[in-house]
Nanobody, 128 residues
């Protein structure tokens, strides 16, 4: 059973930084599409950043380009999301998700319907 466990959320002031981690267990696959989604209060869920762990290709939502960086460490089976220059609109519950044994298609990397596994989420609150 694949499990994804997020950590690193918390409260930060605008302009600050946080690094989220997603530890994956229960599988031996190394070629997966890992995606960070977020669900702001009262708004729709959106894909924030994706990475293909088999090759390192990365994808970002326009709203976070230049501020967020997704990376992975296959040895630790962990995906990270470095978030800089945070602002109150980044306030959300952040979820780690896996599209198992798949690349991240450039046209659909942020599609929630293609996700096989979800973490339980970690809350990020940015105050002004």
């Amino acid at each position: 059973q694949v499990q994804l466990v997020e950590s690193g959320g918390g409260s930060v002031q605008a302009g600050g930084s946080l690094r989220l981690s997603c530890a994956a267990s229960g599988h031996a696959d190394i070629n997966n599409c890992m995606v960070w989604f977020r669900h702001p209060p009262g708004k729709a869920r959106e894909g924030v950043a994706g990475i293909y762990t088999g090759g390192g290709s990365t994808y970002y939502a326009d709203s976070v380009k230049g501020r967020f960086t997704i990376s992975h460490d296959n040895a630790k089976n962990t995906v990270y999301l470095q978030m800089n220059s945070l602002n109150p609109t980044d306030t959300a519950t952040y979820y780690c998700a896996m599209r198992r044994n798949s690349i991240c298609p450039s046209w659909s990397w942020s599609s929630a319907s293609s996700i096989h596994y979800w973490g339980k989420g970690t809350l990020v609150t940015v105050s002004s």
